[in-house]
């Protein structure tokens, strides 16, 4: 129809009723077969449309580039049923449990997701989609939208768009009709389905750094699309996944490109999934130490940084020399290069240098750089802070010493849970057979009386594993604050940010060593092995925002 392959002719299936993409969440009906049932598909269709009006209050994101779409359940202000009871809701929720299974066999029955946006064609944005790939559940949230001035709530899906480069950007529709076939067993449906979906019910979420979408930047002058064939039709029964073919590694999009909105887990995903040179089949380290660098200006007010000859003086002194060489690339390197996160800007690159810069002229231009104005605002809260230093410092920078690169940084106290002392100024007065210093601190002051009062609770005994460690008249145990009272943390001196435990967990809790899950299980920050359980005591609440802060320090605030 008007040169475009009809949906319903695509999808035409004997064994399936005709598919339906009417509203925003269409699950085709479930079938029995060996004994289960399972739903052949989900079909997701979003529309910019009509988003933030009464009907439709939310605002879906689609970041198909890096693979992650942020998509809205069909709760309203009018219904009268619980958020999880509408019929979308309803299906989703369902699926998303499907999404959480622990062993391969029941992942070989989760539903897929058929993602597909409303486009504007022929002068008209009415019976036009485009399919935008294969999706998972990542996590859900349920929250509070408004709609003419009236509050309700909904759930907000996190969407994992897998990779189907492997199937050169097209889904056949025969995996669909398999999985509607009874006969067919689950082995039988997963011979048919792509090859990121059969690695991610093989592994899980695990797999999805590996199987989520990148889009690739095509060879300058190469503006076809992936997907394209010789004549320029498609093979029946194919849906082929959009792509921007107009990428380039130097440009950022282009003024008529909307928006997205960037919310913080956006954020600290692109930051763990940066495209880092490769060095001798070593990761470059450039771009990470770059933003790392950038993080310390925002926690000080500072928004760029100018590529100057103090600049570069910094710059090589970021480098650990015992741990990696120093870099060979100018600053110059990330300071264009790092435009491909999409969280970051560079000012005064005159627009005959933006397409084909040139270093020998590029470090003479005085140029600013930095976060952009979304990243910029997100990171100036000091929990998307942290969040955004672990997971640059524990990607890229996992085999150096991090109390060293934080102090060359300006990022001192990040690398551990109690963080710094606020002040500290020393001299060395150079007197005596041995060198003595005079030194000045700005000391916190803490609550004893807390201290012993939660001591007493728990009797002296780890709350991780139970130890009470006898002294010669008494017992012995450490008070440990959740969220450090140094700089950069500067917690609360309160009873709901203090654990007890004995002194080496305190060490190991301090060092970020291990970390306590939002279910109570204490575990390896380095593998995710079981340490312990937290125990509890009813007289001593502990507030689980500094336990989310703490796993945030250690990178892992993702359960």
């Not at 809701?89 to 989760?110: D, G, K, M, P």
């Not at 189907?164 to 449906?189: F, Q, T, Y």
């Not at 950022?252 to 001798?280: D, F």
Request: hydrophobic share 35%; net charge neutral; with cysteine.
């Amino acid at each position: 129809m008007d040169g475009y392959r009809n949906i319903h002719h695509v999808t035409a299936s004997h064994d399936l009723a005709q598919i339906q993409l009417s509203a925003g969440i269409n699950p085709i009906a479930k079938i029995k077969a060996s004994g289960t049932r399972r739903r052949p598909a989900i079909l997701i269709r979003s529309s910019p449309w009509k988003a933030g009006t009464a009907e439709t209050p939310w605002h879906d994101v689609f970041d198909l580039d890096n693979g992650h779409i942020s998509y809205f359940g069909d709760a309203g202000s009018t219904n009268t049923v619980p958020v999880g009871s509408t019929q979308g809701n309803a299906v989703l929720l369902e699926a998303f449990t499907e999404h959480q299974a622990s062993t391969a066999a029941q992942r070989a029955l989760a539903v897929p997701l058929l993602v597909f946006a409303a486009v504007s064609r022929n002068k008209t944005h009415k019976g036009y989609v485009e399919f935008c790939g294969v999706a998972v559940i990542e996590r859900i949230e349920q929250i509070e939208q408004e709609a003419k001035g009236r509050p309700f709530p909904n759930y907000r899906y996190d969407l994992a768009v897998l990779d189907l480069s492997a199937e050169n950007d097209r889904v056949d529709w025969a995996w669909i009709e398999a999985r509607g076939n009874p006969k067919l067993s689950a082995g039988d449906v997963l011979e048919h389905a792509p090859r990121s979906w059969r690695q991610w019910v093989e592994h899980g979420h695990s797999a999805l750094p590996e199987v989520r979408r990148r889009t690739p930047l095509p060879e300058r002058g190469n503006t076809s699309r992936p997907h394209s064939t010789g004549d320029n039709r498609q093979s029946p029964g194919l849906f082929p996944a959009p792509r921007r073919p107009d990428d380039t590694a130097s440009t950022s999009p282009g003024p008529a490109e909307p928006l997205e909105q960037l919310t913080a887990s956006m954020l600290v995903e692109r930051l763990g999934s940066l495209k880092v040179h490769q060095n001798n089949g070593r990761p470059s380290r450039h771009k990470p130490l770059a933003l790392l660098w950038a993080l310390s200006r925002i926690a000080t007010g500072q928004a760029v940084l100018r590529l100057g000859d103090n600049s570069k003086t910094r710059w090589a002194g970021c480098w650990p020399t015992s741990a990696f060489p120093s870099p060979r690339s100018p600053l110059s390197y990330p300071f264009l290069h790092l435009q491909t996160s999409r969280l970051w800007d560079v000012h005064g690159l005159p627009p005959e240098q933006s397409a084909k810069p040139y270093v020998a002229t590029f470090d003479k231009l005085n140029l600013e750089a930095g976060m952009n104005e979304q990243a910029a605002r997100l990171l100036s809260d000091p929990f998307v802070r942290i969040q955004a230093v672990a997971v640059l410092r524990e990607t890229y920078l996992a085999d150096v010493d991090h109390h060293a690169l934080m102090n060359r940084l300006g990022l001192a106290g990040y690398e551990t849970a109690g963080g710094i002392p606020d002040d500290e100024e020393d001299q060395d007065t150079g007197s005596g057979p041995a060198s003595r210093r005079t030194v000045t601190l700005s000391r916190i002051v803490r609550d004893p009386e807390l201290t012993a009062q939660v001591k007493r609770l728990h009797g002296d005994r780890c709350q991780v594993c139970g130890l009470q460690l006898p002294t010669r008249f008494s017992t012995y145990s450490e008070a440990a604050h959740i969220r450090g009272l140094g700089r950069p943390h500067h917690g609360p001196d309160k009873l709901s940010n203090l654990l007890v435990l004995c002194p080496n967990h305190h060490v190991q809790f301090d060092a970020l060593a291990i970390y306590i899950t939002t279910d109570g299980t204490v575990r390896a920050t380095a593998d995710d092995s079981l340490v312990g359980e937290l125990r509890r005591h009813p007289a001593h609440p502990i507030n689980e925002a500094h336990l989310r802060y703490h796993r945030a320090l250690c990178g892992r605030d993702h359960d």
